[in-house]
Nanobody, 121 residues
C-alpha cells in the first residue's frame, strides 16, 4: 500500500501564491510519476500537472506559466508551486502517484485525500 499526505492548501487572495506538497510513504520500488488534479464544485476532476520519473512535465493550458510541478526523489515528495492565483483556481487539489511495487509489476495509481485551495478577496 501507498499513503499520500497532502499539505499546503488554504485561503489566498487573487494574485497570491501557495505551495502544495504530497509526501508518499509505504512499500514500493519506485515512483513512476506524480501528478496534481483538481475538482471544483459541480465540475469534473481535471488534470493540473504531471511530472515523470525522467523529469518531463505536463501542464493544463489554464495553469501554464503560473504553476510549477517538481519532485524530490530522496524525500519521495512532490510539489506544486502555484503563483498568480485566480479565483477560478479554487478547488480541492488531489495528488496522484503512480508507483511500481516490485520489479516487473504493473504500475498502480494512488490518490491523496485532497487539500482545499480557495482564492478569494
Amino acid at each position: 500500500q501507498v499513503q499520500l499526505v497532502e499539505s499546503g492548501g488554504g485561503l489566498v487572495q487573487p494574485g497570491g501564491s501557495l505551495r502544495l506538497s504530497c509526501a508518499a510513504s509505504g512499500s514500493f520500488l519506485s515512483i513512476n510519476a506524480m501528478g496534481w488534479y483538481r475538482q471544483a464544485p459541480g465540475k469534473q476532476r481535471e488534470l493540473v500537472a504531471t511530472i515523470h520519473s525522467g523529469g518531463s512535465t505536463n501542464y493544463a493550458d489554464s495553469v501554464k506559466g503560473r504553476f510549477t510541478i517538481s519532485r524530490d526523489n530522496a524525500k519521495m515528495t512532490g510539489y506544486l508551486q502555484m503563483n498568480s492565483l485566480k479565483p477560478e483556481d479554487t478547488a480541492v487539489y488531489y495528488c496522484n502517484t503512480i508507483v511500481q511495487h516490485w520489479l516487473g509489476s504493473t504500475p498502480r495509481g494512488y490518490w491523496g485525500q485532497g487539500t482545499q485551495v480557495t482564492v478569494s478577496s
